[in-house]
């Protein structure tokens, strides 16, 4: 990774803004199902088009593995984007969705950007030089205990389809201070901010969290999924500050 890495995914993902921004809350936006039944936007196509033609401009020899166009292959560098994270808040107008840009690099990611520009931040990080957002440095919580923990949860329809269903998180959420449902990056970038302690995801894809990922473990956090492998493509993944990891995956982690 070098400094033009990060300064590329972080013009990508302004790149990636304006097409997104633009649609955003418009009344002629076009969305589809896909065969999953999520949503895709013409601006989840459109985003990610322009950042595919970018990187082949800027880096021909790398990957590119996205959300809506698939993977052009095995490479030593992959770059991992979801032109829309939280699409479905952009379809019905919640501010709290994001372009998301990794680079990896021999199976590690090196570079993350996480860009909410209807939320006015932008998140990133580099491997071994801190986690940021809008150019102030971030670190996770200092939280010990779960009774004073801030936990973070996306879509309970997910975690009722999981085995054991809901009753694991509803026992973590008694054990924690407080809980609520942000979802998607929101509730990665406020555990890497200190604002939450702990963040559940019952089903994701690699794009969904490998910025996401970078930006929590740079910023002094633990990102695995529930089985507690620091890996990106288990399916579901649980962010920390680190301290709780362990308390968390005892009971909701998968054995
Ligand atoms: C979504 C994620 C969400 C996850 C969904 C989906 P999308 O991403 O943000 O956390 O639960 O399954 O993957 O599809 O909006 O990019």
Same mark, same amino acid.
């Given at each position: ?29 076009? $969305? ?58 952009? $379809? ?28 006015? %931040? ?27 923990? %801030? ?14 269903? $809901? ?20 509730? %990665? ?26 930006? $929590? ?27 709780? %990891? ?10």
């Amino acid at each position: 990774m070098s400094d033009d890495d990060l300064t590329l995914a972080l013009e990508l993902a302004a790149a990636a803004d304006e097409v997104t921004l633009r649609r955003f809350r418009a009344h002629d936006l076009a $969305v589809e199902r896909k065969p999953d039944l999520t949503h895709v936007t013409e601006a989840d196509r459109a985003a990610e088009a322009l950042l595919r033609d970018r990187l082949a401009a800027a880096r021909p020899a790398d990957a590119v593995c996205g959300e809506e166009f698939g993977d052009t292959g095995p490479a030593r560098r992959r770059w991992i984007i979801d032109p829309i994270d939280g699409t479905a808040n952009y $379809v019905r107008g919640v501010p709290v969705w994001a372009t998301l840009v990794a680079l990896e690099e021999d199976g590690e990611v090196s570079v993350g950007v996480v860009s909410a520009p209807a939320l006015g %931040h932008t998140w990133w990080a580099a491997r071994g030089r801190g986690a940021f957002c809008d150019g102030r440095r971030i670190r996770t919580s200092a939280v010990t205990d779960l009774a004073d923990a %801030h936990l973070g949860y996306a879509e309970l329809g997910a975690w009722g389809r999981r085995p054991g269903g $809901v009753d694991g998180l509803l026992r973590l959420a008694g054990r924690c201070w407080r809980s609520r449902g942000f979802g998607d990056f929101w509730q %990665h970038m406020l555990v890497a901010e200190g604002a939450l302690d702990v963040a559940l995801e019952p089903m994701i894809a690699v794009w969904d969290v490998a910025a996401v990922a970078v930006v $929590v473990t740079e910023a002094g956090g633990r990102f695995t999924d529930l089985a507690g492998e620091a890996r990106l493509d288990g399916g579901d993944a649980i962010s920390s500050n680190g301290h709780l %990891h362990q308390a968390v995956l005892e009971i909701v982690g998968r054995r």
